[in-house]
């Protein structure tokens, strides 16, 4: 079974300042694992995928993610928040290439401070 | 990517009736994924539906009450039957794109989302 645990339901950041959005995750098999955001009333939109490469996975919007085998993590992370960076973000994790079931994180909602 | 268009946007329903919802892709693909996202809360897979054969329900869901149809590999819906206020969610299709090949691979297995179903039921 899979399961994955954000920390923090709820983040706020000043305008420039880091964003770290903490994702642990549990998986019996090599998992795949995902960031999916969430803007206000609309659906998901991938931000990057780990899938067995690089550990140290860039996605859009200048955000990224460390896969972290020993710690169970992949936090996701961005340097310098921007207003338009306000939304919900979910960490999945999927099986990989058999069963693609994404299961997904209780999601972090981000408030950006101007 | 695929490019998913969910119908209707959001609507609102009285107890005891169903709500049909469509998931149209612009491109062929071989599975697809229905998803409830509670008022605040994170998203649950409801089933799997693939083309030619029966949706696959994840626990807690069953056929009666929320019914799949997988005609093409470009189209389904899924509908919410005898609805009551706990139905109350966004309702989200996804497919996962797994390239020209049709076959998953590490480079192609992402799901992409439709912009989901706003349900409120009164």
């Known amino acids: 079974a899979q399961s994955v645990t954000q920390l923090g339901s709820h983040v706020s950041v000043s305008e420039g300042a880091l964003v770290l959005l903490r994702c642990n995750y549990s998986?019996?098999?090599?998992?795949?694992l995902f960031w999916y955001v969430q803007y206000p009333n609309q659906g998901l939109q991938l931000l990057l995928k780990?899938?067995?490469?690089?550990?140290l996975v860039k996605g859009i919007n200048g955000f990224e993610a460390e896969f972290k085998k020993s710690e169970t993590s992949f936090h996701l992370t961005k340097p310098s928040a921007h207003m338009s960076d306000a939304a919900e973000y979910f960490c999945?994790?999927?099986?990989?290439?058999?069963?693609?079931?994404?299961?997904f994180g209780g999601g972090t909602r981000v408030l950006v401070k101007p | 990517s695929a490019v998913i268009s969910q119908k209707p946007s959001r609507d609102i329903c009285q107890r005891g009736t169903s709500l049909t919802i469509q998931c149209q892709v612009d491109?062929?693909?071989?599975?697809m994924f229905w998803y409830r996202q509670q008022p605040g809360q994170s998203l649950t897979l409801i089933a799997t539906?693939?083309?030619?054969?029966?949706?696959?329900?994840e626990s807690g869901f069953v056929i009666d009450k929320f019914p799949i149809s997988r005609p093409n590999l470009t189209f389904s819906t899924l509908t919410v039957s005898n609805m009551s206020p706990e139905d109350s969610s966004i309702y989200l299709c996804?497919?996962?794109?797994?390239?020209?090949?049709?076959?998953?691979?590490?480079?192609?297995?992402?799901?992409?989302f439709g912009a989901g179903t706003r349900l409120s039921v009164l």
């Open positions: 491109s062929q693909v071989t599975m």
């Open positions: 539906a693939n083309q030619g054969s029966e949706a696959t329900y």
């Open positions: 998986s019996s098999v090599p998992p795949y």
């Open positions: 996804s497919v996962e794109d797994r390239g020209s090949s049709g076959r998953a691979s590490s480079a192609k297995n992402i799901q992409y």
């Open positions: 999945a994790v999927s099986k990989g290439a058999a069963g693609n079931k994404l299961t």
């Open positions: 780990y899938t067995s490469a690089a550990t």
